[in-house]
């Protein structure tokens, strides 16, 4: 059975300290949503900066902060918002209603030239 892993207080670690990796997400991301395999396929991946030593693997909280901020997405505006229109959406419109015209149009020319037939 394994033995439990000791957390060290917050006070003794600093950004470059080496932590496992289990040790490490467990005070990175501590509501567990990432565990200690996540990390060691991330620097397998090459997306987090790691140290092997003695066969195990350690990294900073420096270097898993490096990694989540080149892996932010940011938020992009909305583009249904209709008090913006971008020159792209008045062509497009523009163009939709030309179209739209021309096709009015030739409905209505169908309609003169087509007989009619009363529905009883």
Known sequence: ??????IPDRSEITADTPLSLDVAARIAFPDGS???LALRNAATRGNLG????GGRVYTTLADIESMVAARWVEA???QSSPRRKSAENVEVKE???AATARALQIAE???QTLP???LR
Not at 50 to 53: L, Q, R, T, Y
């Open 1 to 6: 059975m394994r033995r439990g892993v000791r």
């Open 34 to 36: 990432m565990s200690g």
């Open 50 to 53: 790691h140290a092997k030593i």
């Open 76 to 78: 992009e505006p909305r």
């Open 95 to 97: 163009e939709a209603g």
């Open 109 to 111: 020319s169908l309609q």
């Open 116 to 118: 009619r037939k009363r």
